[in-house]
């Protein structure tokens, strides 16, 4: 119980990361405070690339959520499709468990349907809810299977349309984004990383979680 009461702790921890970079320059004025990259990136997050119409920004604040499901085409993608295992679960930043310890473990995973799953209506299938992206650059693999490895691997599947899925959300169309731009965006999402990271991974570290052999520290 200590072990799981620690976890809880630090994992509430993640939640307080508003002293970043972006927040600095959007919120705090500062223009020093976000690197020339990442302004490009933010302009296309509201813009071109239309990121915020899920990712949502408020006047004064932002979760970067609107709290709503959307059928991306992943869930829909997995279902029809078998890809590859991911070869790490990531427990904290820096930290990841090889995959098949964590398999080893458990249950085998369900067929997931998203939203469908709860409410039961044709239309949820394979909807999902919208995640903050606080300290997304720390949160790899991605998507709400782990699909990608990389933001920018995340970036360039909604720059090209996404998959051909059935009720893909309507915003979900190709972008038309240069390699630049794709890069600015990355840019600016790792910009959405607070000062805190440092304890949060101290405290991933610190938690043991099952065997600590079966745990591998990333550089």
Not at 41 to 68: I, N, S, V, Y
Request: proline share 7%; net charge negative.
């Amino acid at each position: 119980m200590a072990t799981i009461g620690q976890a809880i702790a630090s994992y509430e921890r993640t939640l307080i990361s508003g002293n970043t970079p972006f927040d600095r320059w959007y919120y705090g004025r500062d223009r020093a405070a976000l690197a020339r990259e990442a302004q490009r990136g933010f302009k296309l997050f509201t813009g071109k690339a239309r990121c915020g119409a899920c990712h949502a920004l408020g006047h004064d604040h932002a979760l970067f959520t609107d709290q709503e499901p959307h059928n991306t085409g992943i869930g829909w993608q997995r279902s029809m499709h078998t890809r590859a295992a991911e070869t790490a679960v990531p427990i904290a930043p820096g930290l990841n468990v090889a995959k098949h310890l964590v398999e080893a473990v458990s249950e085998p995973p369900p067929n997931d349907l998203g939203r469908y799953e709860v409410t039961q209506d044709p239309v949820d299938r394979w909807r999902y809810k919208t995640p903050s992206l606080r300290n997304v650059a720390l949160t790899a693999p991605y998507m709400h299977d782990g699909s990608f490895a990389t933001l920018a691997d995340v970036v360039a599947y909604y720059n090209r349309g996404g998959y051909a899925a059935p009720d893909l959300d309507r915003l979900i169309k190709p972008l038309g984004l240069s390699t630049m731009e794709q890069n600015d965006l990355v840019v600016f999402l790792e910009s959405l990383t607070g000062d805190n990271v440092g304890e949060i991974a101290a405290d991933g570290v610190a938690a043991p979680i099952g065997d600590p052999k079966a745990s591998t520290r990333v550089p």
